[in-house]
């Protein structure tokens, strides 16, 4: 059985942090002093003792080095700067409480800061150099995919065959709904294939397995030092949707209420949306609005707003407004506009390029109806249609829509007469439902600014009575969580001033740029 990692690497890591500890040490003092002599005289030797004693105890107790071979570069850095965080308060205590001698301000300065840019910088590199070394067919993990039929492992396949450099290799699925009479015959074959291979993991759902199955599969990886892991479908719903409470030792699984659940948590988000869309209306809209409106006005006749139905909280309808794009037609409601739709004027072409045609939207969301950020809202005929053939898709409207929205910054936009797209679209939604916070809305808010010079969505006609050609029979279902991933104190001022930054970086950086979104 291979390691996480293989046996040398740890042991790498935790060496390289080390002389990255005393490298920036030795470095802060030249710094300070010009040169390393009188070192051991100016009682610097037992603070470097307690610098590297500190560092081995931290790194016992907060084990920074289990991560694992899918953990993002972003996530590996805020674990770094929160064991930075820890280390750099041991050092503040130790110089205020415990120590007599009397260090310079700037020494300590000097060394957090080399060690905040060395660390990082040897912990990625090495990875970095570890991933490579993977992606070309080395250290990799042995693997089998367990299924219950033939959708349950796709997505983990994909992810799989789309990332090299992770290490896992599979080397068979087994569909046991597909290939074999039951479980019985499923484990034999299992068994056998696992031990001749010398099988490292086994991903399976948890389905095609009763009590004694899942029993008899683990006593058959513990004798052979292979790792188990199980799909999150229990009882068809994902493992993130639950929380676990303990009666004495009985564990109980309790459905998770969504972070917007929380009264507070409403209206912070509404407060935010009203000054939000409040300040677009007052600095920006207040005076692009009559000049797009002018524009409309020479390009083609009609009205400048075009309103539509929509869904939006609890399924209500109310209008949405945009800039009209089109020449007057009757088949606005019913009609998704393409591409080279010749239902679109010029002005209106160039804005859906620049997403500026969802200026007045912002009078959405300061009357209420809509959010900044949120599920964008479909139009009537596409919520009754698409209800029917996604399973969950009627999640979406327990939170408002929203002018942009997870799905739209990554990349699902537009078309909607997919079921596979629109499929991947509700995951987006429901995920943002379900990891709510207020900085996931501030990064969406940053990556919509890299997604204005999209080209216009393409699309496709829906007839008149609002169905969609093609129809499915069966429900679409999916699990939303496979898509699809941080506090102050001390000293003298100049050594007070960089804690307390460093703390807010450390807190800013988990919350903000470490959240993990699905790809």
């Known amino acids: 059985m291979h390691g996480l990692y293989s046996k040398l690497i740890k042991p790498i890591h935790f060496s390289g942090d080390i002389v990255a500890v005393n490298f920036s040490f030795f470095i802060s003092y030249y710094l300070v002093y010009g040169s390393h002599d009188n ?36 996530s590996l850095l805020s674990s770094i700067f929160r064991f930075l ?10 110089n205020r409480w415990v120590t007599v001698f009397n260090y310079p301000h700037s020494f300590f300065i000097y060394t957090y ?41 796709s997505e983990l396949k994909e992810f799989f065959d789309n990332h090299p450099e992770h290490g896992y290799r599979i080397l068979r699925i087994f569909n046991i709904r597909k290939h074999y009479s039951g479980t ?19 991903y399976c759902s948890y389905s095609p397995f009763n009590g004694n199955g899942i029993s008899d599969l683990m006593d058959f990886a513990n004798k052979n030092l292979i790792r188990v892991k199980f799909l999150p479908d229990v009882f068809g719903f994902t493992m993130k949707q639950f929380n676990i409470e303990f009666y004495d030792y009985i564990p109980v699984f309790a459905v998770k209420p969504t972070p917007l659940d929380d009264p507070l948590n409403k209206i912070f988000k509404r407060a935010f949306d009203i000054t939000f869309s409040f300040v677009v209306m007052v600095f920006l809209f207040s005076w692009l609005a009559p000049l ?18 929509r869904n939006g909280l609890d399924n209500k309808e109310f209008w ?54 949120g599920p964008r809202p479909h139009m009537v005929w596409h919520t009754e249609y698409y209800s029917e053939i ?55 808010i940053f990556l919509t600014l890299f997604k204005l010079q999209d080209d216009a969505p393409g699309i496709k006609k829906i007839p008149a009575n609002g169905k969609p050609a093609a129809k499915r029979s069966k429900q679409i279902d999916y699990s939303a969580s496979q898509e699809f991933h941080a506090t102050k104190s001390l000293k003298h001022k100049i050594s007070l001033n960089f804690f307390v930054f460093f703390g807010a970086f450390v807190t800013l950086w988990q919350k903000f740029l470490c959240f993990r979104i699905p790809t």
């Open 390 to 444: 996604i399973k969950k898709y009627m999640l979406r409207h327990f939170i408002k829509p929203g002018i942009t929205g997870l799905a739209q910054v990554k990349g699902y936009r537009g078309e909607t007469s997919d079921p596979a797209l629109m499929e991947r679209r509700i995951k987006m939604d429901v995920f943002y439902m379900e990891n709510w916070s207020f900085f996931l809305d501030l990064k969406i």
């Open 184 to 202: 019985n015959d499923l484990m034999g074959e299992l068994k056998d294939y696992c031990t001749e291979k010398d099988i490292d993991e086994i």
């Open 39 to 74: 070192f051991v005289d100016n009682h610097y030797f037992s603070l470097l003792i307690f610098y590297n004693a500190a560092w081995i105890v931290l790194t016992l107790l907060l084990k920074p080095y289990q991560f694992g071979r899918t953990q993002p570069y972003t």
């Open 85 to 94: 965080f820890f280390f750099i308060l041991a050092q503040e205590i130790f």
């Open 320 to 373: 949405c407004y945009k800039f009209r794009t089109m020449y007057n037609n009757h088949e606005a409601d019913i009609t998704q506009a393409t591409g080279d739709d010749s239902r679109i004027t010029k002005i209106g072409s160039f804005l859906r390029k620049t997403s500026l045609d969802e200026l007045p939207q912002f009078i959405n969301v300061f009357l209420g109806d809509m959010s900044v950020v």
């Open 113 to 153: 800061i080399s060690i905040a840019l060395l660390l990082p910088l040897w912990r990625l590199t090495t990875i970095l150099a570890l991933r490579i070394y993977r992606k070309r067919g080395f250290n990799f993990k042995r693997v089998v995919l367990v299924c219950s039929d033939s959708n349950s492992c």
């Open 292 to 309: 797009i409106a002018l524009f409309i006005k020479l390009d083609s006749r009609g009205n400048v707003i075009f309103r539509q139905r």
